[in-house]
């Protein structure tokens, strides 16, 4: 099979909508057999799952809330039967609340950490069984878990949080060839952050590039991750931010 990745099983949470969408579209068109979770959209998840079949290889939609134990357990172990086991983990599925920290509520801190943190935990003990030797995890961070624009400081510690998994999950994992790492992306073009949108005036200006990423380039560096060629990275998070954050 043509690409990469041919040969190959994934599974990306949360990929019925945007990053989760593109990285599943990439990691088929790089020839890997590929089952996303998705929240409650179900014709999205179907027409993502009809873009991976259209390239030629496996697909399928399981629905999954990120914020329930069980239904993640359940996901995993429904994806590694339907592929026949697992080399690729994307952790993608996540929420975003800003408020400051005179408004924060603990609804609203623990709905963040339920979804970002205990989600990408319970899913990973889940699938590690499952995963092959010389497999992959990788979790789509934010740059917010180094830095701030305001407001956000109960997201940013979710994505610092992940970042600390990894950094341990790597020492883990390391004996069996299986590598994690982190994607931090910046400003990235999607139906809730559209590049023409009000949050887009604050933070276009902050990149270097004076623009936003688009879901394809935060795919492109994923696939690489998840390839052969990224043999030697593991326990690191990588930027993908236009220079957001220098």
Same mark, same amino acid.
């Given at each position: ?25 990439? $990691?088929?068109?790089? *020839?890997a057999?590929?089952? /996303?979770t ?27 809330d ?12 429904? !994806? ?7 080399d ?24 963040l ?23 992959? /995890? +990788? /979790?789509?961070g934010?740059v ?5 624009? *305001? ?13 600390? +998994? ?19 992306p ?11 949108g009000?949050f ?7 990149? !270097?590039?004076?623009?936003?990423g ?6 492109? $560096?994923? !696939? ?8 030697y ?6 930027? /993908? ?6």
């Open positions: 099979m043509a690409g990469r990745l041919g040969g190959k099983t994934a599974l990306v949470t949360g990929g019925s909508r945007g990053i989760g969408a593109g990285i599943a579209r990439r $990691l088929a068109a790089e *020839g057999d590929v089952a /996303i998705y929240a409650g959209n179900k014709q999205a998840a179907d027409g993502v799952v009809a873009a991976i079949t259209g390239a030629g290889v496996k697909g399928r939609a399981i629905q999954a990120a914020a329930s134990p069980d239904a993640v357990r359940a996901a995993v172990a429904e !994806a590694a039967e339907t592929l026949g086991g697992l690729i983990l994307v952790h993608n599925a996540g929420v975003a609340e800003m408020a400051p920290v005179t408004q924060a509520t603990e609804e609203s801190y623990r709905r950490f339920g979804v970002n943190v205990d989600g990408v935990f319970v899913g990973t003990v889940a699938a590690v069984p499952h995963l092959r030797d010389g497999g992959r /995890i +990788l /979790i789509i934010s917010s878990a180094d830095t701030s624009f *305001g407001t956000d400081a109960i997201y940013s510690a979710t994505k610092a949080a992940v970042a600390g +998994l990894a950094r341990g999950w790597a020492r883990d994992l390391g004996p069996r060839g299986i590598l994690v790492n982190v994607v931090q910046g400003p990235i073009h999607t139906d809730l952050n559209p590049q023409d009000e887009a005036k604050q933070l276009t200006p902050r990149t !270097a590039v004076g623009r936003y688009t879901v394809e380039e935060v795919a492109a $560096l994923t !696939a690489f991750l998840a390839s052969d060629e990224a043999s990275i593991t326990g690191t998070t990588i930027d /993908i931010d236009g220079g957001f954050r220098i």
